[in-house]
């Protein structure tokens, strides 16, 4: 069982649509990132979120961090082909312990 | 400094063969992390550098896996006796002593155990 469950696993769109993705966990973290990973790629840094309720706007990308900071999610708005990849949360537990999701693979079709 | 280098990008063994890769971080970084990412999966934490010193350890890493970082600078993972289950990407990060800065990782070592 994954400590961070994302949600939905896949997620395949038409350009120009809005969209969600989730990051849930009963465990609080102290901070919490969004990367975005392409294929045969590591992961790239989109976001670190740290206050419970911070929302953060990059571009088209929307972050926000739960209340209890448990949980995120991700809005992407008119989302382009571009945006294709593999969406991971990671939650920091301690200052040593980062715990990624299982991803969230999205895919925009032109 | 153009970021995180890894090197091999791709390795093919044959199993019971020992391997080793290489991490070189971002030079103003102290802090460099280890990862194995499977098919389907999310990285899973290895091991974590402070420095020189090695300051944590995941239990997935089994007695045939060693990981130095003399001096501080490039890090070495080795991986003995190579089993088909240590087929994975194996990503190095590395981050400021804040971890608010986030990680950078590298490209990554495919290993295929055959």
């Known amino acids: 069982t994954q400590l961070l469950e994302q949600s939905p696993q896949f997620l395949s769109i038409q350009e120009g649509e809005n969209l969600t993705v989730y990051c849930n966990s009963s465990?609080?973290?102290?901070?919490l990132q969004w990367y975005r990973q392409e294929p045969g790629e590591g992961p790239v840094l989109l976001v670190t979120?740290?206050?419970?309720?911070e929302v953060k706007k990059l571009k088209r990308l929307t972050f926000q961090f739960g209340d209890a900071r448990k949980d995120s999610s991700l809005h992407i708005t008119a989302a382009q082909p571009g945006d294709t990849g593999l969406y991971l949360c990671?939650?920091?537990?301690?200052?040593?312990?980062?715990?990624f999701g299982a991803g969230t693979r999205l895919t925009v079709k032109p | 400094d153009t970021g995180v280098s890894q090197d091999p990008r791709h390795k093919i063994t044959k199993r019971g063969q020992n391997v080793t890769f290489r991490c070189d971080p971002i030079s103003e970084h102290n802090r460099l992390y280890w990862y194995r990412q499977t098919l389907g999966q999310g990285p899973e934490f290895l091991t974590y550098f402070q420095n020189e010193a090695q300051l944590e350890k995941s239990r997935l890493l089994s007695d045939r896996f060693s990981a130095e970082r003399p001096k501080g600078s490039f890090s070495t993972l080795e991986i003995q006796r190579t089993e088909q289950g240590d087929s994975a990407m194996y990503l190095c990060?590395?981050?400021?002593?804040?971890?608010?800065?986030?990680?950078?990782f590298g490209s990554g070592t495919r290993l295929t155990v055959v």
């Open positions: 990060a590395s981050s400021p002593a804040r971890r608010l800065y986030g990680y950078t």
């Open positions: 465990s609080v973290f102290s901070s």
């Open positions: 979120v740290v206050t419970g309720g």
């Open positions: 990671a939650g920091a537990l301690n200052n040593n312990d980062m715990r």
